[in-house]
Nanobody, 124 residues
């Protein structure tokens, strides 16, 4: 079992930055995939970014590439999402998720564990 807890959300003005954290407890392994997703009101959950828990390539949605950065601190068992140049369309609940076996990282239904989410609101 793995537990994921997100933090770091809040209200920020357009152009500002936030750093989200996803702290994991339980059995995590370097080859696990960790992803960030977001869901705005009335919309489906969408992929934001993903990486292996340790090392490996990073993958981003086109809408956030160049503005968001996913990283991890294995010593703290925590994955981060640094979000810069935020825009109102980034407003959503942000979730981290873990995939035990590397499959399609873009598909939320293929992730095995989810956090409860953290709200990010960007004002114009």
């Amino acid at each position: 079992q793995v537990q994921l807890v997100e933090s770091g959300g809040g209200l920020v003005q357009a152009g500002g930055s936030l750093r989200l954290s996803c702290a994991a407890s339980g059995r995590t392994f370097n080859y696990h995939i960790v992803g960030w997703f977001r869901q705005a009101p009335g919309k489906e959950r969408e992929f934001v970014a993903a990486k292996r828990w340790s090392g490996g390539n990073t993958i981003y949605a086109d809408s956030v590439r160049g503005r968001f950065t996913i990283s991890s601190d294995n010593a703290k068992n925590t994955v981060y999402l640094q979000m810069d140049s935020l825009a109102p369309e980034d407003t959503a609940v942000y979730y981290c998720a873990l995939q035990q076996v590397s499959r399609n990282v873009y598909a939320p239904e293929l992730y095995d564990y989810w956090g409860m989410g953290t709200q990010v609101t960007v004002s114009s």
